[in-house]
């Protein structure tokens, strides 16, 4: 219990930047729908999926690599960090050089005329890559403290750049003023503030943390760099196909929905899945912490029964998550713009999906502790085609409904298949009978909610209070058996 209570204080420090801070970047929703519209929201939706896809390969599994090799004694610290570090300098140098080359396909990609719009993507991207193994350090050295000071400072000038050019210059020009901050707001370019603050934020993040290299002296080798990348190549495909399985919905939506204005639908699609922010946040801080964790507790003789622990305190707040966002949807939908609540109907398909990804991920530790990545690329695979498939097949006939069913179909099968495999390779006992019963309560509360036809809205919000109170004092009440037992 010391050791979950030791990945319970270090997931709380690691929300303040990730949970707080990206919750802050998520209200910029609200003016990012009103401001850019369906369209332009759509643009900027499709931009940040491909991004995500080209930090993967960029990043190529450098960072849990780095996490493997730094935790074990007999490798030199400075020499991972060294090698990991001048690889992605390399690499990204590359692809930055190559980009600005070809930015013409680059643009025929995002069909734009405007190439300001390519430089900006790449730019963010490279700032971006090269800020992850040095976050990553701070991670494996157990500083989340300047962890968070860092996060925040990137996070404050994004939000600090959005409101400048998407408010304050906004308001002024349509208001008519004629002074020097009016003249630089131009409706054409929505997007283009955007990604400026964007790139801007990831660019002063990338100075802050250079003292935090240098400091350090890493150094190069070239026999270690091999090793790293046979561990971590499997990761960037494990990764690649997580990532196209979590945006190549985003992608495919306007080639293949049956509409007249697809990258409106996409819009729409993109909106309402930012309603997801509450459980998709909760993962993010989850990962950040445990994974270093993990690793850290791999050859402890308790690890295993850890771990199963871990999984069942993840899925008892991440349900809480589910019921509390599902619970006051009608109060949450005001976060997007009124244009957007057409798609509010994915909404629970969505959540319920990124509550079955956090449980994957964490299950997945199985095959990274041993080694045995080839079954987390196999998994992935596995998932990646099944949704690749599922929105060619689903799109033309449900439109963006059949991306939220592709999702949680692949996330279902990838999870079957990776509990297979490890308890073939792996086996960790896992408390099947309480993760049941967590789940049969959290359905039985919603169908609850879903019978509550009470007219008057305080009573309607009380009910689901109640319900949702009601599952966190059984959960309580349970677990806190379960621990006095125990002791």
Request: proline share 3%.
């Amino acid at each position: 219990m010391n050791q979950i209570k030791k990945l319970a204080g270090q997931t709380v420090i690691y929300g303040l930047s990730n949970m707080l801070g990206r919750f802050l970047n998520y209200l910029l929703v609200p003016l990012h729908t009103i401001v850019l519209g369906k369209f332009f929201f759509g643009k900027l939706t499709y931009i940040y999926s491909s991004t995500a896809i080209v930090l993967v390969l960029l990043t190529y599994g450098l960072e849990t690599g780095f996490f493997r090799f730094a935790s074990k004694k007999e490798e030199d610290y400075n020499k991972v960090l060294g090698t990991s570090l001048y690889s992605i300098v390399f690499t990204t140098s590359i692809f930055v050089l190559l980009s600005l080359v070809f930015k013409n396909l680059w643009q025929g990609y995002f069909e734009v005329n405007n190439y300001r719009i390519v430089l900006y993507f790449v730019l963010i991207i490279a700032f971006d890559v090269l800020n992850a193994i040095p976050f990553a350090k701070l991670r494996i050295d157990e500083r989340p403290v300047k962890f968070v000071i860092i996060k925040f400072v990137g996070i404050f000038i994004n939000i600090s750049l959005n409101l400048f050019y998407l408010w304050f210059c906004r308001t002024l020009s349509e208001t008519g003023n004629t002074g020097f901050f009016a003249r630089i707001y131009n409706s054409d370019l929505v997007l283009e503030y955007v990604l400026i603050a964007n790139l801007i934020s990831s660019a002063v993040t990338f100075i802050v943390l250079l003292p935090e290299i240098i400091k350090v002296k890493p150094s190069f080798d070239f026999k270690l760099l091999k090793r790293l990348l046979n561990y971590s190549f499997p990761i960037l495909l494990i990764g690649l196909a997580g990532m196209l399985n979590d945006n190549i919905d985003k992608l495919l939506i306007p080639t293949l929905i049956n509409d007249p204005n697809p990258m409106e639908q996409l819009g729409i699609y993109g909106a309402n899945f930012k309603l997801s922010v509450l459980m998709v946040l909760f993962i993010q801080m989850f990962r950040y912490a445990a994974e270093p964790f993990f690793f850290k507790n791999s050859e402890n003789s308790d690890a295993k029964k850890l771990y199963a622990d871990v999984m069942n305190y993840f899925i008892i707040f991440g349900l809480i998550i589910f019921l509390g966002v599902i619970l006051y949807l009608d109060i949450l939908k005001y976060f997007i713009a009124p244009e957007f609540w057409e798609g509010l109907y994915v909404v629970p398909i969505l959540l319920f999906s990124k509550l079955i990804f956090g449980i994957l991920f964490s299950l997945s530790i199985w095959y990274k502790v041993t080694d045995k990545t080839k079954f987390g690329i196999l998994v992935a695979g596995i998932g990646a085609i099944i949704t690749i498939l599922l929105n060619i097949i689903l799109l033309p006939r449900i439109g963006y409904l059949g991306s939220a069913f592709a999702s949680l179909t692949s996330y279902i099968v990838m999870l079957v298949v990776s509990y297979y495999l490890c308890t073939k390779h792996y086996l960790i006992k896992y408390n099947f009978k309480k993760i049941s019963f967590y789940f049969i309560l959290a359905f039985a509360l919603l169908a609850i909610s879903k019978l509550n036809e009470v007219e008057s809205k305080i009573i309607y919000y009380s009910i689901n209070t109640l319900l949702l109170f009601g599952f966190i004092t059984t959960a309580y009440l349970i677990e806190k058996k379960s621990l006095t037992n125990e002791h």
